[in-house]
């Protein structure tokens, strides 16, 4: 039981670069979430699936897309990587309803260049 | 979703007991209090939730008061592991698509 898994751990990339960052994970989660946490920041969420099928806008959408590609796999997309977005990307997943505790995985340190 | 406040740092030294305060004058009916460590390099691990009274787990104990508007973690017997920051949310639990809305926590620093 591995619970939330992330890939790849770190990543630098140039201005303009894309590339995808994946999730998994194995504890029957619906719920998935993406966060992104800027040094000294707390965390703030870029984009979160309620359910396979679905995914919704978080607080800070913009330059990122994202899949759930089934009830596992949750990625993060970014398609033209800029300087801004050199950050540590957490994501998590959340247990049943009447639950609100969420299981983050180890992050993705990205720096783009 | 209810804004919370905590103090930015607090400093303590191994074998005290610590307490951090969150207020969140705004909580709703549904919403429950959850607290969440988080190591350097690390995503945050959750440590305790409750409603009201007083929750205890094997880490930490909830204070929560009547009126619900603030809350108090409480560490006993703190060791350097400790050392982390500690993040207060505040949120309903009963829709699938809410999110956690992380402050900027409080950053515990136990010295020897």
């Known amino acids: 039981n591995a619970g939330v898994t992330q890939t790849p751990k770190f990543q630098v990339l140039k201005t303009g670069q894309s590339m995808t960052l994946q999730c998994a994970q194995d504890?029957?989660?619906?719920?998935m979430y993406w966060y992104r946490q800027d040094p000294g920041m707390g965390l703030r969420l870029i984009y979160y699936s309620a359910s396979e099928g679905t995914t919704d806008k978080g607080e800070v959408p913009n330059g990122y897309n994202v899949s759930r590609l089934n009830k596992r796999e949750f990625s993060l997309r970014l398609e033209s990587a800029a300087p801004s977005q050199t950050s540590v990307y957490f994501c998590a997943g959340r247990g049943a309803l009447g639950t609100d505790t969420q299981y983050f995985g180890p992050g993705t340190r990205l720096t783009v260049l | 979703l209810a804004k919370t406040t905590q103090p930015i740092s607090m400093d303590s030294y191994e074998g005290q007991e610590v307490n951090i305060t969150c207020s969140h004058n705004?909580?709703?009916?549904?919403?429950?209090i959850t607290w969440y460590q988080q190591f350097p390099s690390q995503g945050p691990r959750f440590i305790i939730q409750?409603?009201?009274t007083k929750v205890t787990n094997e880490v930490a104990s909830l204070f929560i008061p009547a009126d619900r508007k603030s809350s108090t973690l409480s560490l006993p017997r703190v060791s350097l592991s400790d050392t982390a920051v500690y993040y207060c949310l505040v949120g309903t639990m009963d829709t699938g698509r809410r999110a956690l809305t992380f402050g900027s926590g409080t950053r515990l620093q136990v010295q020897p």
């Open positions: 705004n909580i709703a009916t549904n919403d429950y």
């Open positions: 504890m029957n989660h619906n719920s």
């Open positions: 409750g409603y009201k």
